[in-house]
C-alpha cells in the first residue's frame, strides 16, 4: 500500500512567498496566515481555482467567500464603493474588518467567489506575509479558512495540516495567528442601511462610529446567507458543546476563563483579547482531548465576547 505524501510545509520567507505564488499562478490552493487565522488562498479569478477551495474545504456551494486584495484600489475594481465602503477602508484597512459591497459588472471574479450573490465580500489584510503574497501574484484571492467546512478554524500551520492534510497543496508557515478570530463582516445595503453580518475583531459599536452620519444598523436577517460564517453550525470541534459552565461534568473536556479554570483556559485574567486568540487552539486541543464532551465557561457578551460568544455558540449548535 502507497503512502499518503504528507502536505509540504513552508516557512513563510522569500523563497516560501515565491513558492506559493507558483502554486496559486498555476490554480492551486495554499495555506496563507493573516492577522485573523490562517486562509486557504486561490486565485480568485479562475473558476477551476475557487472550485479547488471548495473541493479542499467540502464548504457548500452557497456559502459565499472573502476575497483579499492589497489595497483599496483593487477592492474597488471589484466592488462599488460608496462614501460608507471608503469610510470604513480608510478606517480599518489594512485590518480584520471585511466589507460586502455591490459587485462591480464585468469584475474579473469567478461566479462561485459570490455564490451567486450580487455582491462581494471584500478585505485588505494587514498580515505580511498575506500582503507580500497579494503583491506578488497581482491578483486578488479568495481565502476562506484554511479548514474543513464546519470545522474549528487554524490558528496556526499545524491545525491547517491536521485539518486538511493533503487537500492543500502548500502551507505557508507564519507562526501562530494574532488575533485568532475570523474578520469582522459588515453589508452595506442599498437603501444606506448597514447589518453586521458576523462578529469579529472590530466591533459593531466601533462601526457604528465611523457610519455615525449615515442610516441606521439592520439585523441581519438568519435565513439569508450573505457572507461567510452565518451558518447556524460552524466552527465545530466534533463533539458536543456545552456553554455557560462553572465546572466540568462527567467524561467533559472543560475550557476555562478567569475564575473558572479547566484542563486549558482562554484566559486566566479574564482577558477578552487573550480568550479571542487562544480560542480555537483550545478547541483544536479539546477536540484531541480523550474526554467525549467539551464545556466552556461562561464569556461576558460585550466587545469581542460578543464575537467570542457567537463562534461558541455556533460550535454548540
Request: with cysteine; aromatic share 4%; net charge neutral.
Amino acid at each position: 500500500m502507497t503512502a499518503t505524501k504528507p502536505v509540504e510545509v513552508r516557512a513563510a520567507d522569500a523563497t516560501g512567498i515565491a513558492a506559493a505564488a507558483r502554486v496559486i499562478l498555476a490554480g492551486g490552493t495554499v495555506a496563507v496566515p493573516t492577522e485573523t487565522v490562517y486562509g486557504l488562498a486561490a486565485r480568485a479569478d479562475d473558476d477551476a481555482a475557487v472550485a479547488g477551495i471548495y473541493r479542499a474545504k467540502g464548504r457548500p456551494d452557497f456559502n459565499p467567500l472573502i476575497v483579499h486584495v492589497p489595497d483599496r484600489m483593487a477592492a474597488e475594481r471589484l466592488g462599488r464603493f460608496d462614501a460608507r465602503a471608503s469610510a470604513l477602508a480608510a478606517a480599518f484597512w489594512p485590518g480584520a474588518l471585511t466589507i460586502v459591497v455591490p459587485r462591480q459588472p464585468g469584475a474579473p471574479l469567478a461566479a462561485a467567489v459570490s455564490a451567486g450573490l450580487p455582491t462581494v465580500a471584500l478585505r485588505c489584510p494587514a498580515h505580511p506575509v498575506m500582503q507580500a503574497v497579494l503583491r506578488k501574484i497581482g491578483l486578488p484571492l479568495a481565502a476562506p479558512s484554511a479548514n474543513r467546512s464546519g470545522g474549528v478554524s487554524p490558528t496556526s500551520a499545524a491545525h491547517v495540516a491536521a485539518s486538511l492534510g493533503n487537500r492543500v497543496d502548500l502551507i505557508l508557515d507564519g507562526g501562530e495567528t494574532e488575533q485568532g478570530l475570523e474578520s469582522t463582516i459588515v453589508g452595506l445595503r442599498d437603501d444606506g442601511s448597514w447589518a453586521l453580518l458576523r462578529p469579529g475583531p472590530i466591533t459593531e459599536a466601533q462601526i457604528a462610529r465611523v457610519l455615525a452620519r449615515e442610516q441606521h444598523a439592520v439585523a441581519a436577517n438568519p435565513q439569508q446567507i450573505e457572507a461567510p460564517g452565518q451558518l447556524a453550525s460552524h466552527y465545530a470541534p466534533g463533539k458536543p458543546v456545552r456553554l455557560g459552565a462553572t465546572e466540568a461534568r462527567a467524561e467533559e473536556f472543560l475550557i476555562g476563563f478567569g475564575d473558572v479554570a479547566g484542563q486549558v483556559t482562554l484566559s486566566a485574567s479574564g482577558d477578552l483579547a487573550e480568550a479571542a486568540a487562544r480560542l480555537y487552539a483550545c478547541l483544536h486541543l479539546a477536540a484531541a482531548a480523550p474526554e467525549p464532551r467539551i464545556a466552556v465557561a461562561e464569556i461576558p457578551d460585550k466587545g469581542i465576547g460578543i464575537a467570542i460568544n457567537d463562534r461558541l455558540r455556533r460550535a454548540a449548535a
